[in-house]
């Protein structure tokens, strides 16, 4: 009330003392901010000097004696433009909000002489430049967080000596803190997380008694944890995370008593945890996690009653578990996995407990899963695997009807499933490499969310079950069991199934037709059974199946000649059967591995690496015994039949590779198949489509034109490459022509002519326009969707090509979203550089001219590319689709794209949700409270995923398979948890 009173004092002094100020015409003052902002959604509509209503009824315009404006309040408007100087030229004004818009330029320098101004948030915009320097000492909160400001703090900030909040974080400043920031005595939230901050934490902030709030966390800070900071008797919220931190936890920590969040993950900590930490009667979240602390957990851990979520996992913690975890009434989130506890879980962990994620997985537990785990009924997740339990699945579980994931792979559980097969949402049920047993045929299948099942590496026997009760069945390994019978064809029923893996059981019969069915199946791995009769043709109607591993069986009959034609086919294993007649000589069988053919006695032809006899051998052979049984006058019929079969023969291998003369030379055109070699012409690609009038773009290796097939009137686009193209690189180009998915712009040509140097590539011609175009019309499904369009490109392309291949560059402007909203990456010639092993190749496209706004740390530095940079690339992505920024937006021309993932690692660990995500994201769902909830949830986990893919270590980078399963994973959820709640949750 006395800093109110001031404040009033002080107006009514510039009132008096500067009658001037009284002459400047507030309405013009308003007027005038009106023209210099872009007002998108017509937010300032009734600011008009021709309305009737007076200027302090405007739209968030708060006037004090009905004449003068004390506040402008404009947050989430969807305003652009610099900020008008003019708005700190108001006498009265007290209250500045202009966050969540779309401002940028710098503050303006206005700011430093407003003497009247009690609350400043330009919070969310797009602000440049310096913090500048001010003296306002009525001034309380000052929140300039997730902008792109820069320079470091200023050094006399002391003097704004009224502060009781400042929020710089999410901006790009660096440097050390100033001391004169400890002069501000009354400040109560200190808010400096996700910058470039260096230095060491100031041991004098022990002298700002009124400390409620540190969040110094995402930055660079160094040197041990100040032993003052425990000198704070208000602070209730300490983060550090995310520094260099070393040393030990300070004992003075525990002298913090009204202390209720401790978070110091991500450090270089090292010891014990200070035994007064556990003293902390008030704290409900502790998270230590990836640091190198060691030591038991002591059983004073009982002291921290309110404790609701405990983090201490990838550290180098011992000993048992202690008991006093389980006596913890509130405690809901429980991760100490990645440490070396040994010994068994506690008895009754989760009987008083309210636990909703458990993972103690990765460490050397021993002993029985408690049969309380579940008893709250809450429980989500349950993470076990990599330890040594043993005994049963507690019954107890199969009662559990809010789990969703169950992952206890990799232990010692035996004992038979029971009704663990009716969990009503779980969708990722991993018991995999475990001594389980019993049949599972006759078991009660009902898991209606059930994605992800794995049953491998058991003891199970018996037939196969015909079905699990889901529609939803996306990965199915039952391998490394007993099972035996045939295989379902009711198998073809599963619609969304992309990998089946029934290999090293006991299967007999043939392999239903009914698999081809499955369209999305991707992986289809049935070696070691005892499989007979002959591989149905049909298999080649499945349109992505890219591996097929029928090896060690007592298959029969000849390879289907249909199978080297499915394009997206690249690993065929087919050994050790019983196989005759010749190979196939297109497709994944060109230049398939001797070790994929072998134990077939009557197997021959192919490529030399295959290691087959030539088929002309052996039916020259077989002519020599007619000669011998039969009369001479047989052998002209006989010799005529082998030259017909040798001439078609020849004539299929080479059909999809033609060499055409025109008036430009002669043309070698390499099509991906004879479908595409039938419908485009040389004409076509040379003649038509090469025309100016039929360029679309211009890039760095030549033009791009859009084509017709003359045949069928299908578009296309041809792209010229002008660079010299060895003889090494044509072949690379030849092999890129198989790759063919749905998520990526397909390569359907390859020409060259003798005349001239480079080559020209064929595209197939989608509708649709570049991602950077579109993304801000793109709605929450939309954006999910385009989201998991990239993944599975990226999925196919690291796992499903041999090689693998990398992309390198994966920007906004590589995607293309059709009319449908389906993403469709592109590959352009630079980046597919595991194909492209010749120096000549690399050398003329490039390969280290990656956008650096989207490359991964170390791509920066030695130019070399991997997986893990495409994971990083896509990952900055995924945080644009989230946010609607750029790393435009957030660099300063420094072209790195490190400043948008440290905003949004800033962002999502401060978790206000409406700060970072993009405005339009929201604005459909706003009238759904259940459908905002469920949204809100999805983002907050999606930005998970994107964080985890921009790791600073790229082998903390998950692979595309995982962010292809986390992502659809999302999409699907239907978490009844709190936005607010999941930002605690580490995962």
Same mark, same amino acid.
């Given at each position: 009330?006395?800093?109110?009173?001031?404040?009033?004092?002080?107006?009514?002094?510039?009132?008096?003392v500067?009658?001037t100020?009284?002459?400047?015409?507030?309405l013009?003052l308003?007027?005038?901010?009106?023209?210099?902002?872009?007002?998108?959604?017509?937010?300032?509509?009734?600011?008009?000097?021709?309305?009737?209503?007076?200027?302090?009824?405007?739209?968030?315009?708060?006037c004090?004696d009905?004449?003068?404006?004390?506040k402008?309040?404009?947050?989430?408007?969807n305003?652009?433009?610099?900020?008008?100087?003019?708005?700190?030229?108001l006498?009265?004004?007290?209250?500045?909000d202009?966050s969540g818009?779309h401002?940028?330029?710098?503050?303006?320098?206005?700011?430093s002489?407003?003497?009247?101004?009690r609350?400043?948030?330009?919070?969310?915009n797009n602000?440049?430049?310096?913090?500048?320097?001010?003296?306002?000492?009525?001034?309380?909160t000052?929140d300039l967080?997730?902008?792109?400001?820069?320079?470091?703090?200023?050094?006399?900030i002391g003097?704004?000596s009224?502060?009781k909040?400042v929020?710089?974080?999410?901006?790009?400043?660096?440097?050390?803190?100033?001391?004169?920031?400890?002069?501000?005595?009354?400040l109560?939230?200190?808010?400096?997380?996700?910058?470039?901050?260096?230095?060491?934490?100031p041991?004098k902030l022990?002298?700002?008694?009124?400390?409620?709030?540190i969040?110094?966390g995402?930055?660079?800070?160094?040197?041990?944890?100040?032993?003052e900071? /425990?000198?704070?008797?208000? #602070?209730?919220? *300490?983060? !550090?995370?995310? +520094? &260099?931190? =070393? %040393?030990q @936890? $300070?004992?003075?920590?525990?002298?913090?008593?009204n202390?209720?969040?401790?978070?110091?993950?991500?450090?270089?900590l090292?010891?014990?945890?200070?035994?007064?930490?556990?003293s902390?009667?008030?704290?409900?979240?502790?998270?230590?996690?990836?640091?190198?602390?060691?030591?038991?957990?002591?059983?004073?851990?009982?002291?921290?009653?309110?404790l609701?979520?405990?983090?201490?996992?990838?550290?180098n913690?011992?000993?048992?578990i202690?008991?006093?975890v389980?006596?913890?009434?509130?405690?809901?989130v429980?991760?100490?996995?990645?440490?070396?506890f040994?010994?068994?879980?506690?008895?009754?962990l /989760?009987?008083?407990?309210? #636990?909703?994620? *458990?993972? !103690?997985?990765? +460490? &050397?537990l =021993? %002993?029985? @899963? $408690?049969?309380?785990?579940?008893?709250?009924?809450?429980?989500?997740?349950?993470?076990l695997?990599s330890?040594s339990l043993?005994?049963?699945?507690?019954?107890?579980?199969?009662?559990c009807?809010?789990?969703?994931?169950v992952?206890?792979q990799?232990n010692?559980?035996s004992?038979e499933l029971n009704?663990?097969?009716?969990l009503?949402?779980?969708?990722?049920?991993d018991?995999?490499?475990?001594?389980?047993?019993?049949?599972?045929?006759?078991l009660?299948w009902?898991m209606p969310?059930l994605?992800?099942?794995?049953?491998?590496?058991?003891?199970?026997f018996?037939?196969?079950?015909?079905?699990?009760?889901?529609?939803?069945?996306?990965?199915l390994?039952?391998?490394?069991n007993?099972?035996?019978?045939?295989?379902?064809?009711?198998?073809?029923?599963?619609s969304?199934?992309?990998?089946?893996?029934l290999?090293?059981?006991?299967l007999?019969?043939?392999?239903p037709d009914q698999?081809s069915s499955?369209k999305?199946?991707?992986?289809?791995?049935?070696?070691?059974?005892?499989?007979?009769?002959?591989i149905?043709?049909?298999?080649?109607?499945?349109?992505?199946?890219g591996?097929?591993?029928l090896s060690?069986?007592?298959?029969?009959?000849?390879?289907?000649?249909?199978?080297?034609?499915?394009?997206?086919?690249?690993?065929?294993?087919?050994?050790?059967?019983?196989?005759?007649?010749?190979?196939?000589?297109?497709?994944?069988?060109?230049?398939?591995?001797?070790?994929?053919?072998?134990?077939?006695?009557?197997?021959c032809?192919?490529?030399k690496?295959?290691?087959?006899?030539?088929?002309?051998?052996?039916r020259?052979?077989?002519?020599?015994?007619?000669?011998?049984?039969?009369?001479?006058?047989?052998?002209?019929?006989?010799?005529?039949v082998?030259?017909?079969?040798?001439?078609?023969k020849?004539?299929?291998?080479?059909?999809?590779?033609?060499?055409?003369?025109?008036?430009?030379g002669?043309?070698?055109?390499q099509?991906?198949d004879n479908?595409v070699?039938?419908?485009?012409?040389?004409?076509?690609?040379?003649?038509?489509?090469?025309?100016?009038?039929?360029?679309?773009?211009?890039?760095?290796t030549?033009?791009?034109?859009?084509?017709?097939?003359?045949?069928?009137r299908?578009?296309f686009?041809?792209?010229?490459?002008?660079a010299?193209?060895?003889?090494?690189?044509?072949?690379?180009?030849?092999?890129?022509?198989?790759?063919?998915?749905?998520?990526v712009?397909?390569?359907?040509?390859?020409?060259?002519?003798?005349?001239?140097?480079?080559l020209?590539l064929?595209?197939?011609y989608?509708?649709?326009?570049?991602?950077?175009?579109?993304?801000?019309?793109l709605?929450?499904?939309?954006?999910?969707?385009?989201?998991?369009?990239?993944?599975?490109?990226?999925?196919?392309l690291?796992?499903?090509?041999?090689?693998?291949?990398?992309?390198?560059?994966i920007?906004?402007k590589?995607?293309?979203?059709d009319?449908?909203?389906?993403?469709?990456?592109?590959?352009?010639?630079?980046?597919?550089?595991n194909?492209?092993?010749?120096?000549?190749?690399k050398?003329?496209?490039g390969?280290n001219?990656?956008?650096?706004?989207?490359?991964?740390?170390?791509?920066?530095?030695s130019?070399?590319?991997?997986?893990?940079?495409?994971?990083?690339a896509?990952?900055?992505?995924?945080?644009e689709?989230?946010?609607?920024?750029?790393?435009a937006?957030?660099e300063l021309?420094?072209?790195h794209?490190?400043?948008?993932?440290?905003?949004?690692?800033?962002?999502?660990?401060?978790?206000?949700?409406?700060?970072?995500?993009?405005a339009?994201?929201?604005?459909?769902?706003?009238?759904?409270?259940?459908?905002?909830?469920?949204?809100n949830?999805?983002?907050?986990?999606?930005?998970?995923?994107?964080l985890r893919?921009?790791?600073?270590d790229?082998?903390?980078?998950?692979?595309?398979?995982?962010?292809m399963k986390?992502?659809?994973?999302?999409a699907?959820?239907?978490?009844?948890?709190?936005?607010?709640s999941l930002?605690?949750v580490?995962?």
């Amino acid at each position: 009330m006395a800093k109110e009173g001031f404040g009033m004092f002080l107006l009514g002094f510039l009132f008096i003392v500067f009658p001037t100020c009284k002459g400047f015409d507030q309405l013009q003052l308003l007027l005038s901010m009106k023209a210099s902002i872009i007002d998108h959604s017509h937010s300032l509509v009734t600011w008009n000097s021709n309305s009737s209503l007076s200027f302090c009824h405007w739209s968030g315009i708060t006037c004090f004696d009905s004449s003068h404006v004390s506040k402008i309040q404009l947050p989430g408007k969807n305003l652009s433009g610099t900020i008008p100087g003019s708005i700190f030229r108001l006498p009265y004004i007290q209250v500045i909000d202009l966050s969540g818009n779309h401002f940028s330029g710098e503050i303006p320098p206005g700011f430093s002489s407003c003497f009247s101004l009690r609350h400043l948030n330009l919070s969310g915009n797009n602000l440049t430049g310096p913090i500048p320097s001010a003296r306002i000492t009525v001034l309380e909160t000052l929140d300039l967080s997730n902008n792109m400001l820069s320079g470091q703090i200023p050094g006399d900030i002391g003097l704004l000596s009224g502060l009781k909040v400042v929020d710089f974080g999410g901006n790009v400043l660096s440097g050390n803190l100033p001391d004169s920031l400890t002069n501000i005595t009354m400040l109560e939230f200190l808010t400096l997380a996700s910058n470039q901050l260096t230095g060491e934490i100031p041991a004098k902030l022990g002298l700002m008694k009124k400390l409620k709030w540190i969040y110094l966390g995402y930055n660079n800070f160094s040197g041990p944890i100040p032993d003052e900071i /425990g000198e704070l008797p208000s #602070l209730n919220h *300490l983060d !550090l995370v995310y +520094n &260099n931190l =070393t %040393g030990q @936890i $300070p004992q003075s920590l525990g002298n913090l008593t009204n202390l209720q969040h401790l978070f110091l993950y991500f450090n270089k900590l090292t010891g014990t945890i200070p035994t007064s930490i556990f003293s902390l009667k008030k704290l409900l979240s502790l998270d230590l996690s990836d640091n190198s602390l060691s030591g038991e957990i002591p059983e004073l851990l009982v002291h921290l009653e309110k404790l609701e979520i405990l983090h201490l996992f990838s550290n180098n913690f011992s000993g048992k578990i202690p008991k006093a975890v389980s006596s913890l009434p509130h405690l809901q989130v429980l991760q100490l996995w990645s440490n070396r506890f040994s010994g068994e879980i506690p008895a009754d962990l /989760g009987r008083y407990n309210n #636990l909703t994620v *458990l993972d !103690l997985s990765t +460490n &050397n537990l =021993t %002993g029985k @899963i $408690p049969e309380s785990v579940c008893a709250s009924g809450h429980l989500l997740k349950l993470i076990l695997f990599s330890n040594s339990l043993q005994g049963e699945i507690p019954r107890s579980l199969s009662l559990c009807k809010n789990l969703q994931r169950v992952r206890i792979q990799k232990n010692r559980i035996s004992g038979e499933l029971n009704s663990f097969t009716s969990l009503p949402a779980v969708y990722f049920l991993d018991v995999s490499s475990n001594s389980l047993s019993g049949r599972i045929d006759h078991l009660e299948w009902n898991m209606p969310q059930l994605q992800m099942l794995s049953l491998a590496k058991n003891e199970f026997f018996g037939p196969l079950p015909g079905s699990f009760g889901s529609s939803k069945l996306e990965n199915l390994d039952m391998s490394g069991n007993k099972f035996s019978g045939s295989i379902p064809e009711s198998f073809g029923e599963f619609s969304q199934l992309m990998e089946l893996k029934l290999s090293g059981n006991q299967l007999s019969g043939r392999i239903p037709d009914q698999l081809s069915s499955c369209k999305k199946l991707v992986s289809l791995d049935l070696d070691h059974n005892h499989l007979s009769g002959e591989i149905p043709s049909s298999l080649a109607a499945m349109p992505v199946l890219g591996q097929l591993d029928l090896s060690v069986n007592e298959l029969t009959g000849k390879i289907p000649s249909e199978l080297g034609d499915v394009q997206s086919l690249v690993q065929v294993n087919l050994s050790h059967n019983h196989f005759h007649g010749s190979l196939p000589s297109t497709g994944a069988f060109m230049a398939i591995n001797s070790s994929s053919v072998a134990g077939n006695k009557n197997l021959c032809g192919g490529h030399k690496t295959s290691g087959l006899p030539s088929c002309n051998h052996d039916r020259a052979n077989h002519i020599r015994w007619f000669v011998l049984t039969f009369l001479l006058a047989f052998i002209t019929m006989f010799a005529a039949v082998v030259f017909i079969a040798i001439f078609i023969k020849q004539r299929k291998f080479s059909s999809d590779l033609k060499r055409v003369e025109s008036e430009d030379g002669i043309w070698e055109l390499q099509f991906a198949d004879n479908k595409v070699a039938r419908s485009i012409t040389i004409e076509d690609i040379i003649l038509s489509a090469r025309r100016q009038e039929n360029v679309v773009a211009s890039g760095r290796t030549g033009l791009s034109y859009k084509g017709e097939s003359s045949f069928d009137r299908k578009p296309f686009l041809v792209k010229e490459i002008t660079a010299v193209i060895s003889s090494t690189c044509w072949f690379e180009w030849t092999q890129i022509c198989k790759i063919n998915h749905p998520n990526v712009v397909r390569l359907l040509a390859v020409c060259r002519s003798s005349e001239e140097a480079g080559l020209i590539l064929v595209h197939e011609y989608i509708k649709g326009k570049d991602l950077s175009e579109v993304i801000s019309r793109l709605n929450w499904e939309h954006r999910i969707s385009v989201a998991l369009g990239i993944s599975k490109a990226l999925k196919y392309l690291h796992s499903s090509c041999s090689p693998g291949i990398v992309v390198g560059e994966i920007t906004p402007k590589k995607v293309l979203v059709d009319d449908k909203n389906e993403a469709h990456l592109r590959l352009s010639p630079p980046w597919m550089i595991n194909h492209f092993s010749s120096d000549s190749t690399k050398k003329a496209f490039g390969n280290n001219n990656i956008a650096s706004a989207y490359a991964a740390p170390e791509a920066k530095g030695s130019k070399e590319l991997s997986e893990k940079s495409d994971i990083y690339a896509f990952g900055v992505l995924l945080i644009e689709l989230l946010t609607g920024k750029t790393p435009a937006d957030m660099e300063l021309g420094g072209g790195h794209g490190s400043c948008i993932v440290e905003w949004a690692r800033y962002c999502y660990s401060d978790c206000h949700l409406q700060v970072w995500v993009d405005a339009s994201i929201l604005k459909n769902v706003f009238n759904d409270e259940a459908l905002q909830i469920n949204v809100n949830n999805q983002i907050v986990e999606t930005m998970s995923v994107a964080l985890r893919c921009t790791a600073g270590d790229p082998a903390a980078r998950p692979t595309a398979a995982h962010v292809m399963k986390d992502l659809e994973s999302v999409a699907r959820s239907r978490s009844s948890s709190s936005p607010s709640s999941l930002c605690f949750v580490k995962v």
